[in-house]
């Protein structure tokens, strides 16, 4: 079926260090893919997008990169910090009359001081 | 920064009873969206709305739901008789625009609580 999701639960990094989140998904159709943080109580907020045509995108701090032979999306954060602990979501933007988003499941990360 | 921006932040109300959750969409955005979230569980799809009308909504979104745009800024998800696995984070969206790709922006979302 199709699907997007994403591979670890929860990531626990030092502060200062790079973080990598991982998603896959399953339809090879996806054309657009974006990047949210969901802080405690907040709704989910724009980090970073990448259509089809790229393989990597850079933002401040934040990379994305996408791997359409094995369907593969991540996240880099650079340098995290404390303020980067969240749940991290991919989606995938259908190419539909919608638009809708289709949401994985969410990485939690945590920063330790 | 232009927001989203829903009301209320949490709604309790009683099994049965009609609710209407607000949003108030960034204002030059034509597309908008309903989303739910039950606790711990990923963000689903609810509906899109696009020139006054349903683009498509999901599974989810039975007969007992409706959403409207009742006059230029407001957007209305409203649930007529309400169940307890209704309770959930709502979120509300918008996009700018349908061509191309755009990202849809998200409000701080409304929590329902069914009782």
């Known amino acids: 079926g199709e699907s997007v999701g994403l591979h670890l639960p929860t990531l626990s990094v030092q502060e200062g260090d790079n973080s990598i989140i991982n998603c896959a998904y399953s339809n090879s159709a996806s054309d657009y893919f974006i990047w949210y943080k969901q802080e405690s109580g907040k709704g989910p907020q724009f980090i970073i997008d990448?259509?089809?045509?790229?393989d990597k995108r850079q933002g401040q701090r934040v990379t994305v990169l996408l791997n359409k032979t094995v369907k593969h999306l991540s996240l880099q954060i650079a340098a995290t910090q404390p303020g980067d602990s969240a749940v991290y979501f991919c989606?995938?933007?259908?190419?539909?009359?919608?638009?809708?988003?289709?949401f994985g499941s969410g990485t939690r990360l945590l920063v330790r001081p | 920064e232009p927001e989203v921006t829903q009301t209320p932040s949490h709604q309790v109300t009683q099994m049965g009873q009609e609710v209407i959750l607000r949003c108030v969409p960034i204002?030059?955005?034509?597309?908008f969206y309903w989303y739910r979230q039950i606790l711990g569980q990923k963000v689903e799809f609810l509906v899109s709305f696009y020139n006054n009308e349903i683009s498509e909504k999901s599974e989810i979104f039975d007969d007992q739901f409706s959403v409207e745009r009742p006059d230029g800024s407001n957007f209305t998800l409203k649930i007529r008789s309400t169940k307890l696995e209704d309770s959930a984070m709502y979120f509300c969206?918008?996009?700018?625009?349908?061509?191309?790709?755009?990202?849809?922006?998200f409000g701080d979302g409304t929590r329902l609580s069914i009782l």
């Open positions: 969206a918008s996009r700018v625009d349908r061509g191309g790709n755009q990202p849809q922006h």
């Open positions: 989606a995938e933007n259908r190419r539909d009359s919608s638009y809708k988003l289709i």
């Open positions: 990448i259509r089809s045509n790229m």
């Open positions: 204002s030059n955005h034509l597309y």
